[in-house]
T-cell receptor, first 115, second 117 residues
Framework: ETGVTQTPRHLVMGMTNKKSLKCEQH?????MYWYKQSAKKPLELMFV???????ENNSVPSRFSPECPNSSHLFLHLHTLQPEDSALYLC??????????????FGDGTRLSIL | AQTVTQSQPEMSVQEAETVTLSCTYD???????LFWYKQPPSRQMILVIR??????QNATENRFSVNFQKAAKSFSLKISDSQLGDAAMYFC??????????????FGEGTQLTVNP
């Protein structure tokens, strides 16, 4: 039991498809994060939600659309992606955005491949 | 802006031996947090150890310890008595301490550790 669950584990999609990644945390946290992990690059923070409100959008293209309906769930809606968007997408959570002394807890990620 | 550098893309160690992974960072802040995360093939990022910059004492967690050199902006991870389960990608990460900056983590590029039986 990781505490942060991501589905699906793998996703292959064409550039014109629409799909969604899901993240759920069972830790009672109020902050949730999306990261992109590409080969041989540091993790890139994409979005942050704190108490369901978006607090960070790290210049992410609009073809990525996050949604946070409640503090336990986070989605990443995908539309018209590009081959360079192929990566591992990691979700994380922490008690709150301001709790800087608390570590983030990560899910297992969704491996996304764009054809 | 803060940057984190891991200069060793790959490292290997014999089982039961000790290995040290390097990390340097650049910041103008005086108070911050440093982390080492482990990412095994299962892909989940797992927190290994954490260091508060205001603490001079190096953090330890069982077989894992750090050598924190604040003046040199160095934060290396030492793994003692290496085990096969330690094989993973290791990421060094930095976070500012001010609440207004939130929990943003800055990661290094990672070091792939192989443990040989």
């Amino acid at each position: 039991e990781t505490g942060v669950t991501q589905t699906p584990r793998h996703l292959v999609m064409g550039m014109t498809n629409k799909k969604s990644l899901k993240c759920e945390q069972h830790l009672g946290h109020n902050a949730m994060y999306w990261y992109k992990q590409s080969a041989k690059k540091p993790l890139e923070l994409m979005f942050v939600y704190n108490f369901k409100e978006q607090t960070e959008n790290n210049s992410v293209p609009s073809r990525f659309s996050p949604e946070c309906p409640n503090s336990s769930h986070l989605f990443l809606h995908l539309h018209t992606l590009q081959p360079e968007d192929s990566a591992l997408y990691l979700c994380a959570s922490s008690p709150t955005w301001g709790a800087t002394n608390q570590p983030q807890h990560f899910g297992d990620g969704t491996r996304l491949s764009i054809l | 802006a803060q940057t984190v550098t891991q200069s060793q893309p790959e490292m290997s160690v014999q089982e039961a031996e000790t290995v040290t992974l390097s990390c340097t960072y650049d910041t103008s802040e005086s108070d911050y947090y440093l982390f080492w995360y482990k990412q095994p093939p299962s892909r989940q990022m797992i927190l290994v150890i954490r260091q508060e910059a205001y603490k001079q004492q190096n953090a330890t967690e069982n077989r894992f310890s750090v050598n924190f050199q604040k003046a040199a902006k160095s934060f290396s991870l030492k793994i003692s008595d290496s085990q096969l389960g330690d094989a993973a990608m290791y990421f060094c990460a930095y976070r500012r301490s001010q609440e207004t900056s939130g929990s943003r983590l800055t990661f290094g590029e990672g070091t792939q550790l192989t443990v040989n039986p």
